[in-house]
């Protein structure tokens, strides 16, 4: 790293991480909003009339046509998070950062425009608000994820560090919450939010590249409004001999174990879409992101039940549960780091043994996936049992894991894929995850309906489903196993 670009990249890192905290993945911070919209009497006239009379809605117990309606947006609005990360992903891999970052500014300013305007009677509009503030803020996401390239070894910490920041930034909902609490309008607030675009958009124009940071950095490389960067011929013959470089780094064990020579082709997209370490690599997000959105989806319904209506115990526990998502952005780093250290020392190991330079990337997410199993489950087992008190440890097991689970997914992908397939590999891993996502507003209709808020066999199935998680470690394992034993023991 050339000390006269120092400041710059490190101008860059800071920015894109408070971009990221403050706006990208607001939408998880929804049982916040939920509260104020509750206040605000959203969708109220769906509630049974004696329920009306009762007057502040947040307490109601029978309201529950109300819930199921922003349990809806929210099973929307999260589906879109992540099945729309496909096509942005193909936007930022044609189209280059500038324009992808353009297009997230314009959905992001709109979205935060309505909603800042919409009342109780427009408040339908929601579902379009939603969705497009949740893209725009995943592609503030993807376009950032690529800064971890100007920090070579510590790029796996970046990028889980990033992560943790989208996460975090459910707290900036809590923020609004206080606010409102403390006389603030949400209109205030949210036109507020969207002053700031002017703000991304001087960020996209100084402080990022017009096209993509490649990896490995190329020697001399520069961006940024005065480097004059862009998809030039030169950046072009770079960035193409860099990828044949990490073709042959992170070939599958398919190519890399039979015959030397077939470490020469190039794998297209599909074979990588299609192999069984994607598979089970989207089963592993699919089941653990779904205890994640039902549980933040519902969680102003759950805590209304074990709180019999109390409002002033489901406003504290909502602050608290904002509060912990805060501190996202400090547990990812340490996934990051642990993934890096294990991936220099892993690599250290095939230079001196002659073993596979794929194998070493790969052994390094083992640990990762199966801590991020292991708290997934803790996280399970405690949103499965009804009392009250119990919900700060579902709160604090809840943001570790999902810090460490949006991290690691984006990390193993970077290690275990060519990188030139990145943003399309992110993109379908997310899209075909969101598809699973959906199954939450049934679940959620079922437990109001026939199940009469009783989630017990709801939780049961789920947390033996949660077991099929430890799979993808395991395989991964073996396939390191296999790489760096000798061809007659493997």
């Known amino acids: 790293m050339q000390g006269q670009s120092l400041p710059l990249r490190v101008a860059t890192l800071l920015t894109g991480l408070l971009e990221c905290l403050s706006f990208a993945g607001v939408l998880f911070g929804w049982a916040s909003l939920v509260f104020i919209f509750k206040t605000e009497h959203y969708f109220e006239e769906l509630c049974e009339p004696n329920a009306r009379l009762m007057g502040n809605a947040t307490g109601l117990d029978d309201c529950k046509a109300q819930d199921e309606r922003f349990s809806l947006i929210f099973t929307l609005a ?39 305007f919409i009342s109780a009677d427009s408040a339908v509009l929601l579902f379009l608000a939603m969705p497009m503030l949740t893209v725009g803020g995943i592609l503030f996401l993807i376009t950032n994820l690529q800064i971890g390239n100007l920090f070579g070894k510590h790029r796996s910490t970046v990028i889980t560090m990033y992560n943790g920041a989208f996460d ?64 030039g011929e030169e950046e072009k013959k770079t960035a193409e001999s860099q990828k044949l470089e990490l073709s042959e780094e992170f070939l599958s064990p398919k190519e890399e174990i039979p015959r030397p020579g077939q470490r020469q082709e190039a794998l297209s997209f599909w074979s990588y879409a299609f192999s069984r370490r994607f598979a089970w690599h989207l089963v592993w997000l699919s089941v653990i992101q779904l205890w994640h959105y039902l549980f933040i989806g519902t969680l102003n319904s759950l805590l209304s039940n074990l709180a019999a209506g109390d409002t002033v115990l489901v406003s504290t526990y909502t602050n608290a549960f904002a509060i912990t998502q805060f501190f996202g952005v400090l547990c990812a780093p340490w996934n990051g780091l642990l993934m890096d250290r294990l991936k220099y020392k892993y690599q ?8 596979s330079a794929s194998a070493a990337a790969l052994c390094s997410t083992v640990p990762s996936l199966v ?37 690691g997914n984006a990390a193993f992908l970077t290690l275990a894929f060519p990188s030139e397939h990145f943003g399309k590999l992110f993109g379908l891993v997310m899209a075909l995850s969101a598809v699973v996502s959906l199954l939450q507003f049934p679940i959620f209709t079922l437990i109001k309906g026939p199940l009469q808020n009783d989630p017990f066999y709801v939780n049961v199935i789920l947390v033996l489903v949660t077991l099929l998680t430890f799979v993808h470690p395991f395989l991964v394992y073996r396939e390191c196993w296999q790489k760096e034993s000798p061809p007659g023991v493997a």
């Open 348 to 355: 250290e190991k095939a230079r001196k043994t002659g073993s």
């Open 371 to 407: 801590l991020t199993s292991v708290l997934c489950l803790g996280f399970a087992l405690c949103a499965s049992i009804p009392v009250l008190a119990l919900q700060y440890a579902t709160f604090t097991l809840q943001v570790i894991n999902r810090s460490f689970l949006y991290g």
């Open 78 to 116: 999260s589906f879109m998070n992540n099945f729309m990360t496909f096509p942005t992903g193909y936007i930022f891999d044609r189209f280059k950062t500038t324009v992808a970052r353009l297009v997230a500014i314009f959905l992001y300013t709109s979205a935060t425009l309505t909603i800042a």
């Open 168 to 231: 975090s930034s459910s707290a900036v909902f809590l923020i609004v919450k206080l606010l409102y609490e403390q006389g603030i309008s949400l209109r205030a607030s949210f036109i507020f939010i969207s002053v700031c675009s002017a703000w991304h958009v001087g960020r996209t124009f100084l402080l990022m590249p017009r096209g993509h940071i490649p990896y490995p950095l190329p020697p001399n490389y520069s961006y940024g409004l005065c480097s004059g960067d862009g998809p």
